[in-house]
């Protein structure tokens, strides 16, 4: 059987036809031709079936997954670590609770620092106060010491001359 290639379309004279470059070459049911000195090579042996001695292999146990050596090494280090975040937590929980303590006993003791630095400034105060209330007290008993021994002497004594300066001097503020 022939290949025909399909008709080339030419406006030229039908003379020039060539076939197009892209067409295979026609096919021929003969073996091509092989050079001089061309030495075929040998073909794989077609397939028979199983050699009469074959024996199945061993059926083996499926095993799992091999493991590295490292795998217990690593299962050793992350049960320390999580033991030692665990103890680390509990240290931190306990500090903390600690801390807390702590800072609320600081600041109990800071509340009661500053009510008896209120307490010792108004005892400050009232001390002032208390001292000018003394020193008002003690002026005023020389005066009513003064005038009781103004009532106490004769009339138009020297003893009355002198108790009537020192009234005059002591009572100054009390009475004038």
Known sequence: MAYNPPPHYSFG?????????????????????????????????????????FAPPPVLRPTGPRRSPLVPLLSAGMVIGLAAAAVSLALWVSVRGELDDATKLADDR?????????????AEAQVEELEV????????????????????????????????????????????
């Open 133 to 176: 209330a003394a020193t008002d007290a003690d002026s005023m008993r020389e005066c009513l010491d003064d005038l009781n021994w103004f009532y106490s002497t004769e009339e138009d004594s020297d003893e009355e001359a002198e108790a009537n300066e020192a009234l005059l001097e002591t009572c100054a503020n009390w009475l004038w």
């Open 110 to 122: 800071d509340a009661e620092l500053q009510q008896v630095r209120d307490d010792l400034e108004a």
């Open 13 to 53: 004279d039908p003379s020039d036809h060539q076939p197009p470059q892209s067409v295979p070459p026609a096919y021929s049911p003969q073996p091509p031709q092989q050079p001089a000195g061309y030495v075929p090579q040998q073909t794989s042996p077609m397939y028979q079936g199983p050699p009469t001695n």
